[in-house]
Antibody, heavy 122, light 107 residues
Framework: QVQLQESGPGLVRPSETLSLTCTVSGDSINAYYWSWIRQPPGKGLEWVGDIYYSGSTNYNPSLKSRVTISVDTSKNQFSLKVSSVTAADTAVYYC????????????????WGKGTTVTVSS | DIQMTQSPSTLSASVGDRVTITCRASQSISSWLAWYQQKPGKAPNLLIYKASSLESGVPSRFSGSGSGTEFTLTISSLQPDDFATYYCQQYNTYPRTFGQGTKVEIK
């Protein structure tokens, strides 16, 4: 069965760039969309952006100027970069697969990684 | 952005109770709505997609209904494992947006 695993530094300095990778196992990264979602401590879920295996992306406008999502199909991985981070970017970051049951259905997040905590602090 | 509003924010209930959570969208999202369950320290888990389709492996006591702007998640008989926070999420348009969550607590 498909599994997703987030990896990256747990501590990032203010104004620097947060970089995370999601490794997909048990399925090919091809033919799906792949999302990043974050959750600040004690708060709700915020969708950050997604990428199709072909490389096309969609970003949350609230973060768009600072976010880059990329995909490496040869490694079955996709990645997130958030630049110029502040304490407000402190959160648990999740990666997720987007799936649809039928050809003309829209995509929803059906499989999630366990999440990785990123703290922005000097 | 489409705003998703859940009610109530907190719900106190007992084992065996029938529980209903409401989710309203600020504009029509057809049936492109998912429900997730999240327990403390864990990732969200998909329960329902396309407003009323039960994800494989999810107990049948969970059900979803609605279309357009009004949706409900119902737990027919609350079990001890169901005490958690529930989120709705629209996937009709970008950016994807979540409700603020409903915490189901033990009464």
């Amino acid at each position: 069965q498909v599994q997703l695993q987030e990896s990256g530094p747990g501590l990032v300095r203010p104004s620097e760039t947060l970089s995370l990778t999601c490794t997909v196992s048990g399925d090919s990264i091809n033919a799906y969309y792949w999302s990043w979602i974050r959750q600040p401590p004690g708060k709700g879920l915020e969708w950050v952006g997604d990428i199709y295996y072909s490389g096309s992306t969609n970003y949350n406008p609230s973060l768009k100027s600072r976010v880059t999502i990329s995909v490496d199909t040869s490694k079955n991985q996709f990645s997130l970069k958030v630049s110029s981070v502040t304490a407000a970017d402190t959160a648990v970051y999740y990666c997720a697969r987007e799936n649809s049951r039928n050809l003309f259905d829209y995509y929803y997040m059906d499989v999630w990684g366990k999440g990785t905590t990123v703290t922005v602090s000097s | 952005d489409i705003q998703m509003t859940q009610s109530p924010s907190t719900l106190s209930a007992s084992v065996g109770d029938r529980v209903t959570i409401t989710c309203r969208a600020s504009q029509s999202i057809s049936s492109w709505l998912a429900w997730y369950q999240q327990k403390p320290g864990k990732a969200p888990n998909l329960l329902i997609y396309k407003a009323s389709s039960l994800e494989s492996g999810v107990p049948s006591r969970f059900s979803g209904s609605g279309s357009g702007t009004e949706f409900t998640l119902t737990i027919s008989s609350l079990q001890p494992d169901d005490f958690a926070t529930y989120y709705c999420q629209q996937y009709n348009t970008y950016p994807r947006t979540f409700g603020q969550g409903t915490k189901v607590e033990i009464k």
